[in-house]
């Protein structure tokens, strides 16, 4: 029997995307980003919650899909500290929880691609979800 994996399942730039939820902290619908000045690219400020600073990524500016910045609206994933430093990302709509079976994930094998975020990726019965490490994306940022 193939192991189960579940996954935070959200939208981006029209794609399916997913996050391991053992990575995942919460999510949150209502927020206000407050803008860092000549902060890198991908950036798009900070936010308190409940007393802590969070930094919050354009996960679509990231992933290099045009219309970076423009969509205010969507929801933020917030990672757990064990992670890394406080952050989160800007999607455009959480779809669900989905538990995988490992028959139906891959591992991603491919190293040193131009976009090298990805860690995975989930055959389903209508697509491809294609899961990310928020660690890389935060390293990213970092290079």
């Known amino acids: 029997m193939a192991e189960k ?8 730039a029209g794609r399916l995307f997913g996050f ?13 980003i407050t803008p860092v000045f000549h902060a890198p690219d991908g950036v798009l400020g900070y ?5 802590q600073i969070h930094v919050i990524l354009d996960l679509k500016q990231i992933l290099g899909f045009s219309g970076a910045g423009t969509n205010a609206q ?14 989160g990302v800007l999607v455009e709509k959480v779809e669900d929880i989905y538990e995988i079976s490992g ?4 591992k991603d094998s491919v190293s040193g691609t ?15 979800m294609v ?7 935060l390293n990213n940022l970092k290079t």
């Open 74 to 87: 969507g929801c933020i994933i917030i990672f757990k500290h064990s992670i890394s430093e406080p952050f």
């Open 131 to 137: 899961i990310l490490d928020p660690l890389l994306i």
């Open 20 to 32: 391991d939820i053992r990575c995942v902290k919460e999510i949150i619908t209502e927020f206000q």
């Open 103 to 106: 028959d139906l994930y891959e």
């Open 47 to 51: 936010m308190n919650l409940r007393g």
């Open 114 to 128: 131009p976009n090298a975020l990805t860690c995975g990726y989930c055959k389903l019965s209508d697509g491809l």
């Open 5 to 12: 994996k579940l996954f935070c399942a959200f939208h981006t």
